[in-house]
């Protein structure tokens, strides 16, 4: 049994464009979830959701040294009464190369662990905003 | 967990147990040893990911990339899982039709 949090409060953490940085942004997400008491699903959820998220932003082929020391990833975690939030908002890398063939578009697996996702982008950086229920 | 690899042959097959998280920190690791086998004149492969417990799209695009990688040299690619956590990654995006998987080592290294 776990005891939940009292409050509404969201957790955010920044990491770099570093894909070692990745494994603990998830770890992170499961733990607020966790925390809060969320079902087994959503914490699963959560921990894919922001590992899925990351990955797209950071991509497979940009060289971790080229990005600049404040071009980060912000995962905003809030665990409200009646769902729980995951937001990651950063730059987007292109996309994998290795999809182009089967035309998979890259939000796709997002869409389908997500209950409700929304995506929205200005001056090249996008905010990818998750839900589940409580 | 970082990611395991272990690969030995099996008859005319060369099997790869995957072990840990794939995702975008790790996917280059297997991304080499498949490439590397391929390489090596290895072409029949069968990647069993019974013991990942983490994988994401980098982790697809690598499957993916191995199985364009090996059909070039009129070769195969197989899967052999039975996690829901990840079977539903592969619905969700389409690839379970992509890849053959299967439910288990013997079936996979025993399928014509």
Known sequence: ?134 | MDLSLETRQEGDRTLIEVGGEIDVYTAPKLRECISSLVDDGQSKLVIDLEQVEFMDSTGLGVLVGGLKRVRTVEGTLELVCTQERLLKIFRITGLSKVFLIHGSQSEALTAQ
Do not use: H, K, N
């Open chain 1, 1 to 134: 049994m776990g005891l939940a949090t009292q409050t509404e409060g969201a957790v955010t953490i920044a990491i770099a464009r570093d894909p070692a940085l990745v494994r603990t942004a998830r770890l992170v997400a499961a733990a607020v979830a966790r925390r809060a008491d969320r079902p087994d699903t959503v914490i699963e959820a959560a921990r894919l959701a922001v590992g899925e998220a990351c990955a797209v932003m950071i991509g497979v082929d940009e060289p971790v040294e080229t990005a600049a020391a404040d071009d980060r990833i912000e995962i905003s975690l809030r665990a409200e009464m009646s769902r729980f939030v995951v937001t990651v908002r950063g730059r987007i890398a292109p996309a994998d190369p290795s999809f182009e063939d089967i035309d998979l578009d890259p939000w796709t697996l997002l869409e389908g662990i997500s209950d409700e996702l929304t995506i929205e982008s200005q001056d090249g950086v996008s905010t990818v905003r998750m839900t589940w229920p409580a």
